[in-house]
């Protein structure tokens, strides 16, 4: 079985451009969550979904932030616009209820 | 409110020696689940092993093992047999069934020097 799948691996951008990560969860998980991590914040939860519908989205830093799970089997994270201080790896994880999170390999995003 | 612990920020042994990275955890209610997650240098994150508030048996999955104590709080992970492969930052963390959140310890950066 196929664990969670991220894209793109790596992207670079400039700085007021629009970035769009993707997560496809592992089959039959029916939570989803984003995280970003940097050195000097550790690894933050940003949303997270609950059969498609999102559940918590606090960690979200600021209005530039946004998340969509349109179908079970989707969702995206996008900035808009993009700045320097975006510019960390994004993890995608998916999990069954009380049940241990899977990671996607992750997204390194460099925003110059 | 939850929260967990990992005071051991970077620790460096040599290789084959037996490490123990410590995870003291908070939480009010009397039923969570605890877990380990394995960094390694490739940058994925790699579930270890989860365990329930009920179930305080210490687990051994081969040279790696856990010990957990309710009378301290704390869920500590013991790599017997250092070896190189096992440099990796280390997270625990911490869950409850009221909350789908998993809160996470800032980790432990363990290195295994050659």
């Known amino acids: 079985d196929a664990g969670v799948i991220q894209s793109p691996r790596h992207e670079v951008t400039e700085m007021g451009q629009e970035v769009t990560l993707r997560c496809k969860p592992i089959?039959?998980?029916?939570?989803l969550f984003w995280y970003r991590q940097t050195m000097m914040r550790g690894l933050e939860l940003l949303i997270y979904?609950?059969?498609?519908?999102?559940?918590?989205d606090s960690g979200m830093p600021e209005d530039r932030f946004s998340a969509k799970m349109p179908n079970a089997s989707f969702s995206t994270l996008k900035i808009q616009p993009s700045e320097p201080r975006d510019s960390a790896v994004y993890f995608c994880?998916?999990?069954?209820?009380?049940?241990?999170?899977?990671f996607g390999p992750g997204t390194r995003l460099t925003v110059l | 409110a939850q929260k967990v612990t990992q005071a051991q920020t970077e620790i460096s042994v040599v290789e084959k020696e037996d490490v123990t990275l410590d995870c003291v955890y908070e939480t009010r209610d009397t039923t969570y689940y605890l877990f380990w997650y394995k960094q390694p240098p490739s940058g994925e994150l790699v579930f270890l092993i989860r365990r329930n508030s009920f179930d305080e048996q210490n687990e051994i999955s081969g040279r790696y093992s856990w010990n957990f104590q309710k009378s301290t709080s704390s869920f500590n992970f013991t790599i017997t047999a250092s070896q190189v492969v096992d440099s990796a930052v280390y997270f625990c963390a911490l869950s409850e069934p009221r909350d789908d959140k998993i809160i996470f310890g800032k980790g432990t950066r363990l290195h295994i020097l050659p």
């Open positions: 994880a998916s999990s069954t209820a009380y049940n241990e999170q899977f």
């Open positions: 979904f609950n059969n498609n519908v999102p559940i918590d």
């Open positions: 089959s039959g998980h029916d939570y």
